[in-house]
């Protein structure tokens, strides 16, 4: 395995934290399409299909708030 580091001009320097607030089936793909990850594992990704719930992401991106929302899921945004 090869590990490549970056330089330090070329790491991200904004760091976002939101919450998005469904119910159903949660979107995976949003992790890879916004690069991000929940902030507490996987805490509130396999609930219950009916169930409202909310869980905190964390990504060097801006979410891309219209795709979260095609998927029935709204998202609140604060910088870090």
Same mark, same amino acid.
């Given at each position: 395995m090869e590990i490549t580091r970056l330089p330090a001009n070329d790491r991200p320097t904004t760091h976002y934290r939101y919450r998005v607030t469904g119910a159903g089936s949660f979107p995976y793909d949003m992790l890879r399409y916004d690069a991000c990850w929940p902030v507490d594992g996987e805490q509130g990704l396999n609930c219950g299909e009916r169930e409202r719930r909310m869980v905190t992401m964390?990504?060097? %991106?801006?979410?891309?708030?219209? %795709?979260w929302r095609s998927f029935l899921w709204a998202v609140d945004i604060y910088k870090v």
């Open positions: 964390s990504s060097y %991106r801006y979410p891309t708030v219209d %795709r």
